[in-house]
T-cell receptor, first 114, second 115 residues
Framework: GQQVMQIPQYQHVQEGEDFTTYCNSS?????IQWYKQRPGGHPVFLIQ?????EVKKQKRLTFQFGEAKKNSSLHITATQTTDVGTYFC??????????????FGQGTILTVHP | EAQVTQNPRYLITVTGKKLTVTCSQN?????MSWYRQDPGLGLRQIYY???????DKGDVPEGYKVSRKEKRNFPLILESPSPNQTSLYFC??????????????FGAGSRLTVL
């Protein structure tokens, strides 16, 4: 079945440093979503990418969708303590037996040291 | 306020004692889903429902049951809970299950401990 691998599992940064998490799917995706979960909270939708090679920005956050629609990344510039949490990617399978199934990566836990 | 409501938020129970975690959404969403979250494993889908009376297995359905008799409710049933079902559970819903407009809204989570 479809697998979505996310790395790294943990990332510790100093405030002001950049952060990147990567997501790779074993199958082609129709779209990919990113969610953020604050400590003790629930996942909250950040953004959805649909087009091959798409790049979207939200302030200090940059999201990319690969040309082959099998990988994605989230980059945070100049991290702040408010960025702490777990970042999940979630891929929607483009076809096959898993059509329409949204599969989450394992998540990257980000800690930011002031 | 548009939301997904789960109950109970916290529960400690014993092996074999049937329990139900309720989930209700007020957004008229067709799609609903249950996930469990365990350290290092991310969010794994248990069951999902495309609409009333339509349910399907996710990645880890063993030991769980669901029903979708009304659009707004999607309860998760553990007929005979076991310690390996100790986890954090999330219910989520979306408007349209597939093809783009399937952004998930999550409930606050239910932390279940089975002794």
């Amino acid at each position: 079945g479809q697998q979505v691998m996310q790395i790294p599992q943990y990332q510790h940064v100093q405030e002001g440093e950049d952060f990147t998490t990567y997501c790779n799917s074993s199958t082609t995706l129709s779209n990919i979503q990113w969610y953020k979960q604050r400590p003790g909270g629930h996942p909250v939708f950040l953004i959805q990418l649909v087009k091959s090679g798409e790049v979207k920005k939200q302030k200090r956050l940059t999201f990319q969708f690969g040309e082959a629609k099998k990988n994605s990344s989230l980059h945070i510039t100049a991290t702040q303590t408010t960025d702490v949490g777990t970042y999940f990617c979630a891929g929607l399978n483009a076809g096959g037996t898993s059509y329409g199934k949204l599969t989450f990566g394992q998540g990257t836990i980000l800690t930011v040291h002031p | 306020e548009a939301q997904v409501t789960q109950n109970p938020r916290y529960l400690i129970t014993v092996t074999g004692k049937k329990l139900t975690v309720t989930c209700s959404q007020n957004m008229n969403h067709e799609y609903m889903s249950w996930y469990r979250q365990d350290p290092g494993l991310g969010l794994r889908q248990i069951y999902y429902s495309m609409n009333v009376e339509v349910t399907d297995k996710g990645d880890v359905p063993e030991g769980y049951k669901v029903s979708r008799k009304e659009k707004r409710n999607f309860p998760l049933i553990l007929e005979s809970p076991s310690p390996n079902q100790t986890s954090l559970y999330f219910c989520a819903s979306s408007f349209r299950g597939f093809s783009g407009a399937n952004v998930l809204t999550f409930g606050a989570g239910s932390r279940l401990t089975v002794l």
